[in-house]
Structures are given as structure tokens and as C-alpha cells.
T-cell receptor
């Protein structure tokens, strides 16, 4: 089967750094994405990694190691508005029709 | 601002009813998707479409069908609604590029009584 594992909950304080890990086991691999979803809202796209290494976008960074089937989302200088659920997702098939497989999400709570 | 619009935010339907959930995108995206989201289960793919009149089953297609007669519109149909189909339904669209993210609609919270 295909699966993505990520922690169900993480708690951190404002101003801190938090890392949300994602390990995957899929039949193929063509990229790892991260999405953010606030309570009652729609998931929004944060980042995409196809190659090993770190991608930085402002306070958020995403890392991928294909040999370890592992990635993480790093959130720096945490703000209260970062409280949300974060989903990793893998594109498991090649080509334009490939769809994403989502993890079950990590609920991040940022405390004052 | 690019958008995926779902016709209803909340719906309450009776068991056995035929239910239509509509989704429209204005970004000229080729791919469109229907997911359901349940607590502790994450997002599960019901159906997707990569072109007009094309459809592919996702992980949980049983009890659902879809229609894509125009590029911008993707409809999810519950043939005979059941209480276990009570859920949040999310529509998404994307370009046919691997590094392009999905744009999601705001969701339809369906309750079947």
C-alpha cells in the first residue's frame, strides 16, 4: 500500500522554530508537497520539492531526502497565525494525470 | 484572484436522495479533483479528471460518480446518499505540471440524515 506518516499534533511557542516530519512509502515518487489548512478553511499550497535539499520561502522551508523517503517542513519565527494543520503530499505517478496522496495532517498549535 | 468555487458551503440531505455537488474553477486548469476530509483520516481522493469528459477513480469511489462536460466544471454525484457519506467535500484543480500546487475550494460540509 501507499502511506505517508506525519505526527498528529505539535505544540510550540510564539517565536520558536518547529519541524514537521513526513515519511512516505509509495509505489513511485515524483515530488513532495506541503499544504496548510486553517480550521474551517481550504488547504493552501506551501511548497514543492522534487530534488533533494532545502527549499526556502520566507519563514517556511521544506526539505527532501529521497534516499530516506523523508521530508520535513520547517517553520521559523512562529506566529499565532501559523496555528493550523499541515499536510504533506506525494505525487506517486509520472505524467500529467498523476494525483497527490496526502498524509493525515499535523495539527500545529502555537502558544503565546 | 484565481478561484475554485463550490456551490454550497453547507448541505443537509436525506438518506437515499441523489445529491449533486458542483465545483467551478476560473484558472483554465486541466486537472480537477474531488476529495473528502474526515477527522483523523486526512484527505482521501474520490475521483479526478484530467480532461473534459475524462474521469479516473480515486481511492474511495464507491457510492459516487462524477461528470465533467466542460473544462471549468466538475460535479460530484452521490447516487443514493447514506449517513456514512456525511463529510467535508473538497474540490481542487491544478495545471498538468508536477510542481504546480493544487488550488482548493472552500469545501461543502454535507450532512446526510
Amino acid at each position: 500500500g501507499q502511506s505517508l506518516e506525519q505526527p498528529s499534533e505539535v505544540t510550540a511557542v510564539e517565536g520558536a522554530i518547529v519541524q514537521i516530519n513526513c515519511t512516505y512509502q509509495t509505489s513511485g515518487f515524483y515530488g513532495l508537497s506541503w499544504y496548510q489548512q486553517h480550521d474551517g478553511g481550504a488547504p493552501t499550497f506551501l511548497s514543492y520539492n522534487a530534488l533533494d535539499g532545502l527549499e526556502e520561502t520566507g519563514r517556511f522551508s521544506s526539505f527532501l531526502s529521497r534516499s530516506d523517503s523523508y521530508g520535513y517542513l520547517l517553520l521559523q519565527e512562529l506566529q499565532m497565525k501559523d496555528s493550523a494543520s499541515y499536510f504533506c503530499a506525494v505525487r506517486a505517478s509520472r505524467g500529467s494525470q498523476g494525483n497527490l496522496i496526502f498524509g493525515k495532517g499535523t495539527k500545529l498549535s502555537v502558544k503565546p | 484572484d484565481v478561484k475554485v468555487t463550490q456551490s454550497s458551503r453547507y448541505l443537509v440531505k436525506r438518506t437515499g436522495e441523489k445529491v449533486f455537488l458542483e465545483c467551478v474553477q476560473d484558472m483554465d486548469h486541466e486537472n480537477m479533483f474531488w476529495y473528502r476530509q474526515d477527522p483523523g483520516l486526512g484527505l482521501r481522493l474520490i475521483y479526478f479528471s484530467y480532461d473534459v469528459k475524462m474521469k479516473e477513480k480515486g481511492d474511495i469511489p464507491e457510492g459516487y460518480s462524477v461528470s465533467r462536460e466542460k473544462k471549468e466544471r466538475f460535479s460530484l454525484i452521490l447516487e443514493s446518499a447514506s449517513t456514512n457519506q456525511t463529510s467535508m467535500y473538497l474540490c481542487a484543480s491544478s495545471l498538468q505540471l508536477a510542481n504546480y500546487g493544487y488550488t482548493f475550494g472552500s469545501g461543502t460540509r454535507l450532512t446526510v440524515v
